[in-house]
């Protein structure tokens, strides 16, 4: 199993480009996450998706918009980058029940210039 | 106020040593606590998970006092390979959103 992937590893973009990370998880898991990790900022939830078909706004959502594809897929949008989005971006999956233990992918470095 | 609240450290310790990290949570309906673990420049991974009653895993315990809203992780005869950032985490009972302290830096010194 990989786990959770997430592409790509890198990017850099231009002020007003846009892209779409992209993030998949081998697990049958139904929760899926979109963190940010800024430096003294810890993660913060970006968009959240509870099942297939749903998704709900966490902490920081402006800038952003999500898509749950299927139950494997969560993709993250940026339409517009901003500097301000200069960031890591981690995608994760839940296993839930008893548990409650997310499994994270690499993350994502992305540097909007 | 933070939602999750931690010492950012650094911690230096020797090999050998006990070190302890303490983080405190504002929401009182949050329902669920762990301990994750961030190597430099990789992703969070599950450390373990935090009970009522306290819980040890190998070198490691943890500790929960939910009147004082209060974790804490102790981590005995540290190891070189103990170096990292620990992210204390909370889960509230509304909806599966989980919350992150900034970490905690500890680097074990030979």
């Known amino acids: 199993n990989a786990g959770v992937t997430q592409t790509p590893k890198f990017q850099v973009l231009k002020t007003g480009q846009s892209m779409t990370l992209q993030c998949a998880q081998d697990m049958n898991h139904n929760s899926m996450y979109w963190y940010r990790q800024d430096p003294g900022m810890g993660l913060r939830l970006i968009y959240y998706?509870?099942?297939?078909?749903?998704?709900d706004k966490g902490e920081v959502p402006n800038g952003y918009n999500v898509s749950r594809l299927n139950k494997r897929e969560f993709s993250l949008r940026l339409e517009s980058a901003a500097p301000s989005q200069t960031s890591v971006y981690f995608c994760a999956s839940l296993s839930g029940g008893a548990a409650d233990t997310q499994f994270f992918g690499p993350g994502t470095r992305l540097t909007v210039l | 106020r933070k939602e999750v609240e931690q010492d950012p450290g650094p911690f230096n310790v020797p090999e050998g040593a006990t070190v302890a990290f303490n983080c405190t949570y504002s929401?009182?309906?949050?329902?669920?606590f762990f301990w994750y673990r961030q190597d430099c420049r990789k992703e969070p991974k599950l450390l373990m998970s935090?009970?009522?009653s306290g819980n040890e895993d190998g070198r490691f315990t943890a500790q929960l006092n939910r009147a004082s809203q209060y974790i804490s992780l102790l981590i005995r005869d540290s190891k070189l390979s103990d170096s990292a950032t620990y992210l204390c985490v909370v889960l509230r009972n509304t909806g599966n959103q989980f919350y992150f302290g900034t970490g905690t830096s500890l680097t074990v010194i030979p």
């Open positions: 935090v009970y009522s």
């Open positions: 998706s509870a099942s297939e078909g749903t998704t």
């Open positions: 929401n009182s309906a949050s329902q669920s």
